[in-house]
């Protein structure tokens, strides 16, 4: 859920992922293209959170995510300048409310098994069912889709036209028969056809991928023959970014993603780094009755007290900048600002005003209280957020407390955030970034069923967003743009969600090069000497 990275492109709560392929950005380290491959290595990345449960299709947090890359493949891929790739389907056509994929013949699974168009239909109906919960259904399948296969052939059926169909299948991993069979195994064990397969899991320590020989079939033809291809990947949960920047330094870890301060002084050292543009200051306030935030006076209020500008510097360091939409991973499905006039303006006064005309008085400790409750949140925040995460949300609380409000502000792994969000409801403010590179993928998040029968985590019902919605979705790609930037001011004009701080996602690496697309591409991970 955390969604920057995502090939979720997600679901961060749901973390979710585009490209800025290559050193977007960095120096050339020691690391100079001019060193020469080397075989058999172990490439050793830093991930910030446990995944949990390493089933592909049962959670969308980042770290879990760049995880599914390595042991999993969807039917096509999404390249930098958003062409749609073949990779499991050889080829496609796309009609209205008809899609149909030819899956390539010679695909195997990691235990050897055939990879099959009935396989590519199982997965789809599985996702489909809302007995599954999965949280990739509406954001990376429509709901209402069914497929059926015949021979090497699926056929998938639309309720509705999708407008952006072929990026967001790009996100979707695709289980093999025997995972199928025994979801409870794909809690820690891989079963795909991905370059890579799990060798070792460590909850909590660290994860071991074992290269596949065999594999042929990557976007644009990769191999794991190819000269410098890892012979193991080991991904170890390192929550603290300085540790992992000493131990980048120090050359006991490959690469890191790196979000606060410490980017600085890897930049410095000249390690090299790609980097990627995403939504990173995303508040969200829960809506569902019995929670203070569910009436829209008191959200309005709470946005109202805080100096959004000065949050964003805090939370990156004052690397960032001011958040433009919601849909920023490239290549971005639409471009435009949906958030500048929209998102309310700071207004201390009338904040108090509005919390005053809607009953909370002044307590003798100076908390507001309303029918002898006080006005007390529960706010939570993604740890993978960054060093700036702590130092902000403390800052939200005192701006918060100053209009008499109590806030409890608690750090917590992704896990325990997605936990929370989708699960408990135990929040009122939660700090989680969504990254998507098309808006159609937030439908789900954005209105529907709540939580925990739906993925609408924050319960979330704005008709003038639905409405807005509708007529894009109705649109073939970029042809809705405006109607979708239109739905999401909706979203912000009500302080539905209240996105504020833009940055780059660093991804530092040394003793090895690679591309990434807000998850590290595993065919492009090549060892230097």
């Known amino acids: 859920m955390r969604s920057y990275p995502s090939r979720a492109r997600a679901v961060g709560a749901a973390a979710l992922v585009a490209a800025c392929l290559s050193a977007c950005s960095g120096g050339s380290g020691d690391d100079a293209p001019s060193q020469k491959y080397v075989n058999g290595a172990t490439f050793t990345l830093a991930a910030t959170s446990d995944p949990g449960s390493l089933d592909p299709q049962a959670g969308a947090g980042s770290s879990l995510i760049q995880l599914n890359a390595f042991a999993y493949d969807a039917l096509v891929s999404l390249g930098a300048k958003g062409d749609i790739q073949p990779q499991l389907a050889s080829s496609w056509t796309v009609d209205g409310t008809s899609a149909t994929f030819t899956i390539k013949s010679g695909v195997t699974c990691a235990d050897g ?12 109906t599985y996702v489909e069912d809302p007995a599954n919960k999965s949280p990739l259904l509406g954001a990376f399948i429509p709901a209402g889709a069914t497929a059926t296969a015949s021979g090497s052939t699926v056929q998938l059926k639309l309720a509705q036209p999708a407008p952006f169909l072929l990026s967001s299948l790009s ?16 809690k820690g064990a891989t079963d795909g056809t991905g370059p890579y397969t799990l060798s070792q899991a460590s909850p909590g320590d660290q994860y071991v991928y074992t290269v596949r020989k065999d594999y042929t079939w990557g976007p644009g033809g990769a191999s794991t023959a190819a000269d410098g291809t890892p012979a193991k990947i080991v991904v170890k949960v390192i929550q603290n970014e300085t540790t992992a920047a000493n131990q980048l330094l120090a050359g006991q870890i490959n690469a890191a993603q790196i979000v606060g301060t410490d980017r600085t002084r890897l930049s410095a050292a000249g390690v090299a780094s790609s980097s990627t543009p995403l939504l990173l200051g995303q508040q969200w306030y829960n809506h569902a009755a019995g929670h203070v935030t569910s009436d829209p006076q ?9 100096d959004l500008a000065q949050l964003q510097k805090v939370l990156t360091s004052n690397t960032g900048g001011p958040a433009t939409q919601l849909a920023v991973l490239p290549p971005a499905g639409c471009q435009g600002d949906s958030v500048q ?12 005003a509005k919390l005053a005309a809607a009953g909370w008085t002044p307590g003798s400790d100076g908390i507001l209280t309303k029918d002898g409750k006080k006005l007390s949140l529960t706010m939570l925040y993604d740890s993978a957020l960054g060093t700036g995460a702590s130092a902000a949300a403390e800052l939200a609380a005192s701006q918060w407390k100053a209009i008499g409000v109590e806030v409890t502000a608690t750090s917590q792994p992704t896990a325990a955030m997605q936990g929370a969000m989708f699960g408990t409801g135990a929040w009122d403010v939660a700090w989680e970034a969504l990254n998507v590179n098309t808006p159609d993928q937030l439908l789900a998040f954005l209105s529907g069923l709540a939580a925990p029968n739906g993925t609408n985590f924050a319960a979330i019902d704005n008709a003038a967003y639905t409405a807005a919605a509708t007529k894009a979705a109705a649109q073939v790609g970029a042809a809705g743009c405006a109607d979708w930037l239109a739905a999401e001011a909706a979203l912000f004009k009500a302080a539905d969600v209240v996105p504020f701080a833009n940055s780059l996602l660093p991804t530092f690496f040394k003793g090895a090069t690679l591309e990434q697309a807000g998850t590290i591409a595993p065919t492009s991970i090549k060892m230097l000497g």
Do not use: Y
């Open 298 to 306: 008191v959200r309005l209020a709470l946005t109202e007290a805080l």
């Open 341 to 352: 006039g929209n998102v309310p303006a700071t207004d201390v006064d009338g904040a108090k």
């Open 171 to 186: 996100n979707l991993p695709m289980v093999c028969p025997k995972g199928m069979r025994d979801r409870a195994s794909l």
């Open 113 to 124: 098994t055939a990879f099959t168009a009935q396989t590519v239909a199982d997965n789809i």
